[in-house]
């Protein structure tokens, strides 16, 4: 889909209508392009001549943030969190061609950031108008509140975590927790470049103008922020596997003791047992009328009192 927004959204179905209307030729434009086609790269490179190689990062989905400086615009790639499910997190790139004049995005599928800027614009608010460079931040800005939820969430998966290590140790909570570990990995290496790419902005004059300087610089901050938070999100979880770990050899070392203590209590039982149990004529004990029970009655009272002297020991 391609959308074309000044004052209001307006939908086209190619990109040579865009091009064909008279808003076209406004002095400021945003040209957003969801899933675009071959045709739609051409026509790009034909009218803004944008080099090939920023044509090749937008087809093969180049997934690291970065930036780069052309004559007459410049190129972005954004990595921004889309949606998350209970296990897993999904990440989206938006490639930014930004001007003067204009900025143009492209993206593959509905992206959350750039929905919501086009619903705010088609409710009043007044974006575009205001420059590219504003537009670019109001994208980032929704980029990185997005960035939040995901810090968020990761740290309300980390607590719950660290609960089930310490109470119930098993094994479908040490996949959780390496399942957690990669999206911290994961966050970090989407949050480290773009604190690079946003750094560089700050440097550039010519994209960024000093009215808007100060928005740029609370990013910047918040980026810092976030990354700030995923080190910790990743402390945390290294802390909560070692916790997992610690935790399941206690366990370990409990059900060893229990059966070293059962193994301890049965052995001077199994001594009479065999005793009794060799195959001699002369066993004097043998042809006593009570000789069976005054032996299960020795054979309980060793049991209890090494249970007594273990107890007084404290190993139960």
């Known amino acids: 889909m391609i959308t074309y927004i000044n004052?209001?959204?307006?939908?086209?179905?190619?990109?040579?209508?865009?091009?064909?209307?008279?808003?076209?030729?406004?002095?400021?434009?945003?040209?957003?392009?969801?899933n675009p086609s071959e045709s739609d790269f051409m026509f790009l490179k034909d009218k803004f001549n944008f080099h090939h190689l920023t044509i090749e990062d937008c087809i093969h989905k180049s997934k690291r943030c970065k930036i780069n400086d052309y004559k007459d615009y410049h190129f972005l790639i954004l990595v921004t969190s889309d949606s998350h499910t209970r296990n897993a997190f999904s990440y989206n790139n938006i490639y930014v061609y930004i001007s003067s004049n204009y900025i143009i995005t492209i993206h593959y599928g509905e992206n959350k950031s750039v929905k919501k800027i086009m619903d705010d614009i088609n409710k009043g608010?007044?974006?575009?108008?205001?420059?590219?460079?504003?537009?670019?931040?109001?994208?980032?800005?929704?980029?990185?509140?997005q960035l939040?939820?995901?810090?968020?969430?990761?740290?309300?998966?980390?607590n719950i975590l660290?609960?089930?290590?310490?109470?119930?140790?098993v094994q479908s909570t040490l996949n959780n927790i390496m399942r957690v570990k990669k999206s911290v990995i994961k966050l970090r290496r989407v949050v480290s470049p773009l604190r690079e790419v946003l750094n560089t902005l700050l440097r550039h004059d010519d994209i960024i103008t000093e009215k808007y300087r100060i928005y740029f610089s609370?990013?910047?901050?918040?980026?810092?922020?976030?990354?700030?938070?995923?080190?910790?999100?990743?402390?945390?979880?290294?802390?909560?596997?070692?916790?997992?770990?610690?935790?399941?050899?206690n366990s370990m070392n409990?059900?060893?003791?229990?059966?070293?203590?059962i193994t301890t209590v049965m052995m001077p039982l199994t001594i009479i047992t065999g005793i009794y149990g060799m195959n001699f004529q002369n066993m004097p004990e043998l042809s006593a009328k009570y000789s069976?029970?005054?032996t299960i009655f020795i054979m309980f009272f060793i049991s209890f009192v090494e249970i007594l002297i273990f107890k007084k020991k404290k190993w139960l």
């Open 7 to 34: 004052d209001k959204v307006h939908e086209f179905t190619t990109i040579e209508k865009v091009f064909s209307k008279s808003q076209s030729s406004d002095k400021m434009f945003w040209l957003n392009i969801n």
């Open 125 to 145: 608010l007044d974006i575009v108008s205001n420059g590219s460079d504003f537009v670019l931040y109001h994208i980032l800005d929704e980029a990185i509140d």
């Open 148 to 158: 939040f939820v995901v810090t968020d969430t990761v740290e309300e998966k980390i």
């Open 162 to 169: 660290e609960e089930e290590s310490m109470n119930n140790p």
């Open 218 to 249: 609370d990013i910047y901050d918040h980026v810092l922020r976030i990354y700030d938070l995923i080190e910790s999100d990743h402390e945390m979880v290294t802390s909560c596997l070692e916790l997992y770990s610690s935790q399941l050899s």
């Open 254 to 261: 409990k059900i060893m003791k229990i059966l070293t203590i």
């Open 292 to 294: 069976y029970f005054i």
